[in-house]
């Protein structure tokens, strides 16, 4: 059984991905609609707010929260920010899986596994890159019907 | 690694379609210079020129870093130029692979082949490939289900012409020809207008004379509306003829070939361990002449639009138990033991008779307030009433023969949903749910609806109405018993 996280690189990406887009939407927001402050101001305030508690609330809980338990039988996948969620599903009910691995990925940690399994699918996100290709080998191993003695 | 077949640059090219704007848009802005627009056009053309050349480069680029690679376990397709794709299929868990061979791809030597799974979205393939003829040999040689056993004992069915006709004719459905006409004929854009607006005139020509020479009472519209549907059930039957013609379904160790059509021949190879379910299907001529078509529940067989999962085309009942026998189903159309309560009538009989009181009532309404349309109406009233004088009858059968059987290994349901009566054999693992609705008045009479649940890819039930509530519970006591 092996306990895998949320990479922190890919957090403080996001975190300061989010605080450009919001600085770059007001901005915007004070040059288009500087003609009506009123509506400029609201629109303004409403950025800075969902942007700071994305960025300084929502993604550190989210990330901190996010976890995938991986063991010979299961997967279990725990996340949430208002609620808490668990989802388990049976290793050998794994139908197929596609992967997806965005460019600088050993930095940016943006890599992702969706698993589509009988009746449902499981997103696996923000893997490390060691972490990401160390679950796709041991997807691999469980198609040809092998054990990965690497990973436990 | 191999890459597709190259004909899919011409499919990834048309993604970026959207670049022809840059050449339109100088179109429109050179037609207002009229004086020398000509001159300017071709002055510009290396801009057209290089946007087409950006498009086909664009597909060329997505093709090039498109590759497939088969393992000795799983069959793998990876994509994209910045962000990787990575799809992973292991063979185990193919449930059906499908080899297409359309008419305008053969003379390119290509065939799409799909691979399916029991997961991922419904009517859609996991994953789709365009690939070469001589590809598709050596991948049908690595994938288990699609490999050939030439030397193996085989089993064939191939029925006989007339039975393709029959089923042709009474699976085509006007409403399916019309979507198919309409599909056809928008997608050409203005030539499809023209052709639309003639023969429309012509039609209605052709409809005002019918009416003047027979001096009916129907007004020419409702001529119109009957030749539009006799036309489209024809598109439809003859679509169907080009699809099922040639059916042949063969059985070899470990896998169902199913091979159909002229024109586009199509080739699946299903695994039956993967099949959900078989469904018996008639339609009311069918439920008459004791004939029915076996169709199975399967992902990635009979998914797409316009496509009947039909395994065997028509056969009486004898027949499809025996032919179920001898593709090893062992599963058989067998006597209900928990029947429908005859007391039903409303549950059945009750959505058509409403509507065969209300719609000359309305017909008449509007006739009394608008006395000019009253040959529209009456023709209206008289063509409104077949459908649900047609389903009375077919719930009417329905109320007799429904019900259901589950035995220790398999179950058998039988229901009938709009104008078709199903039997679906399944083995009792493949059944995950059983639902029991009662509504107040049902709870009074000890009356329910049951809602069985297989597994299949869409969560779609097959509704029983009119279960005695102590049959229900039988039922469901039966099948929590299996499962303790």
Redesign the interface.
């Known amino acids: 059984m092996k306990i895998y996280t949320a990479d922190k690189n890919c957090l403080n990406i996001l975190r300061v991905s989010v605080l450009v887009l919001t600085f770059v939407l007001i901005v915007l927001c004070g040059e288009v609609l500087s003609f009506i402050p009123i509506i400029m101001i609201v629109l303004s305030v409403i950025f800075a707010v969902v942007g700071f508690f994305t960025a300084i609330v929502y993604l550190p809980v989210y990330f901190r929260k996010l976890s995938y338990t991986i063991s010979d039988n299961k997967i279990i996948k725990k996340s949430g920010f208002f609620f808490y969620k668990t989802q388990m599903m049976q290793i050998k009910t794994?139908?197929?899986?596609?992967?997806?691995?965005?460019?600088f990925s050993k930095i940016t940690g943006l890599n992702f596994i969706f698993l589509?399994?009988?009746?449902?699918?499981m997103t696996v996100l923000f893997l490390d890159r060691h972490d990401f290709d160390e679950i796709?080998r041991r997807?691999?191993s469980?198609?040809?019907?092998k054990e990965d003695k690497s990973v436990s | 690694m191999y890459h597709e077949h190259p004909l899919r640059i011409i499919r990834y090219a048309s993604k970026n379609i959207w670049l022809l704007i840059f050449p339109l848009l100088r179109g429109i802005r050179s037609i207002r210079l009229d004086f020398d627009a000509l001159y300017v056009w071709l002055k510009g053309a290396w801009f057209d020129l290089l946007i087409i050349i950006a498009i086909i480069g664009f597909g060329y680029i997505k093709w090039y870093f498109t590759e497939f690679e088969i393992t000795s376990s799983e069959i793998i397709r990876r994509s994209g130029i910045i962000i990787k794709h990575k799809v992973s299929i292991p063979f185990k868990n193919i449930s059906a692979v499908t080899a297409e061979h359309s008419f305008y791809l053969r003379p390119f030597y290509a065939v799409r082949l799909n691979l399916d799974t029991r997961a991922g979205a419904f009517s859609k393939s996991d994953m789709s490939l365009l690939v070469r003829r001589s590809d598709l040999r050596w991948i049908s040689k690595a994938i288990p289900q699609s490999e050939h056993h030439s030397g193996k004992k085989s089993l064939v069915i191939q029925p006989k012409w007339f039975a393709i006709v029959f089923f042709s004719l009474v699976f085509s459905s006007s409403l399916s020809g019309v979507v198919y006409l309409a599909a056809l004929l928008f997608q050409s854009g203005r030539f499809a207008h023209e052709i639309i607006e003639q023969e429309m005139g012509d039609m209605i020509k052709f409809a005002n004379t019918v009416s003047a020479k027979f001096t009916l009472s129907i007004p020419p519209a409702a001529v119109l509306l009957g030749i539009l549907i006799i036309v489209a059930w024809l598109f439809s039957f003859i679509s169907n003829m080009f699809r099922y013609a040639g059916f042949k379904m063969k059985k070899e160790s470990g896998t169902l070939k199913v091979r159909m059509g002229v024109g586009t021949v199509r080739q699946y190879h299903i695994v039956p361990p993967k099949i959900n379910y078989v469904d018996l299907r008639q339609n009311l001529v069918m439920k008459l002449f004791k004939t029915s078509s076996v169709n199975i529940s399967c992902s990635g067989y009979g998914n797409e639009k316009n496509e009947l999962p039909v395994l065997l085309p028509i056969l009486n009942r004898r027949q499809a138990n025996r032919a179920l026998d001898l593709i090893g189903f062992r599963k058989y159309v067998v006597k209900r033991k928990s029947r429908v309560s005859k007391q039903a009538v409303i549950s059945y009989l009750g959505l058509p008779s409403l509507a065969a009181f209300l719609i000359p009532v309305v017909s008449d309404i509007i006739v009394y307030f608008y006395p000019t349309l009253k040959d529209l109406f009456y023709f209206i009233k008289f063509m409104g009433e077949i459908p649900v004088i047609w389903m009375f009858v077919v719930k009417t059968i329905a109320l007799m023969t429904s019900g259901v059987t589950i035995e220790d290994d398999f179950c058998c349901l039988r229901y009938s949903r709009f104008y078709a009566f199903h039997t679906i054999l399944a083995d009792n693992d493949k059944l995950v749910k059983i639902q029991i609705v009662q509504d107040p008045i049902g709870e009074k009479i000890g009356r329910c609806r049951m809602d069985f649940y297989f597994s299949s890819e869409s969560s779609k039930s097959k509704k029983l109405k009119g279960v005695k509530i102590e049959d229900a519970l039988k039922i469901i006591e039966h099948f929590g018993f299996l499962y303790k």
């Open positions: 794994i139908q197929f899986s596609t992967t997806v691995s965005t460019p589509y399994a009988y009746g449902g699918m796709d997807l691999k469980v198609y040809a019907g």
